[in-house]
């Protein structure tokens, strides 16, 4: 299985700010990462996927990049609905995996 | 939009028993595949399965041998059998859209959830 780490854990920050959040993978996976946002009791909600593409209706302060084995979230101008966990996700081999959450909450 | 339904109480040993409903769309569709996903209270998201409206599935190896999916296209409707529970399968259970449309695969819509606890 292929595993994702993300890194950190949890961080916290205020509105305004600028966050960066990496995931990296076990072995290769091209581009074949997705990124999504998780609110606590809620649904989680695709934010970036293919590494770098954005999901309609998702503010363009969210960005992803990176390729092959390591990638990264940033979220431009933090704003309050963007206090939340978030999760990466492979799906470039079989069995899907995701990573264990980046939680971003008030400083 | 998706729609899990199903127990929400399972005994230890017995079989857990969820289906999805699909609307706004067909379950036919080329274009996706079909997924479920668990989340233990307080923990991370882990792929259980996904399938397409064929009944083509693939699995979790962790989960496998216990696992079986199906699906009924005239009722818009896959379903997620899990059997011999414990109280680690005691999760929320989310069923999704899994686009196939290229690459790469993602989950685009995801249904609102169930929790599902294994307790006797």
């Known amino acids: 299985d292929i595993q994702l780490t993300q890194s950190p854990s949890s961080l916290s920050a205020s509105v305004g700010d600028t966050v960066t959040i990496t995931c990296r993978a076990s072995q290769y996976i091209s581009t074949h990462l997705n990124w999504y946002q998780q609110k606590p009791g809620k649904v989680p909600n695709l934010v970036i996927y293919g590494a770098s593409s954005l999901q309609s209706g998702v503010p363009s302060r969210f960005s992803g990049s990176g390729s092959a084995t390591d990638f990264t979230l940033t979220i431009n101008s933090l704003q309050p609905e963007d206090f939340a966990t978030y999760y990466c996700?492979?799906?470039?081999?079989?069995?899907?995996?995701f990573g264990q959450g980046t939680m971003v909450d008030f400083k | 939009h998706l729609r899990e339904s199903g127990p929400r109480l399972v005994r230890p040993s017995e079989t857990l028993s969820l289906t999805c409903t699909v609307s706004?769309?067909?379950?036919?569709?080329?274009?996706?595949?079909w997924g479920w996903i668990r989340q233990p209270p307080g923990r991370g998201l882990e792929w259980i399965g996904s399938l397409y409206y064929t009944g083509s599935a693939y699995y979790n190896p962790s989960l496998k041998s216990r696992i079986t999916l199906s699906v009924d296209t005239s009722k818009n409707q896959f379903s997620l059998n899990l059997n011999s529970v414990t109280a680690a399968d005691t999760a929320v259970y989310f069923c999704?859209?899994?686009?196939?449309?290229?690459?790469?695969?993602?989950?685009?819509?995801w249904g609102q959830g169930i929790l599902v606890t294994v307790s006797s």
């Open positions: 706004g769309g067909s379950i036919s569709s080329s274009s996706y595949y």
């Open positions: 996700q492979q799906s470039y081999s079989m069995p899907w995996t």
């Open positions: 999704a859209s899994e686009l196939h449309f290229g690459a790469p695969y993602y989950f685009d819509y």
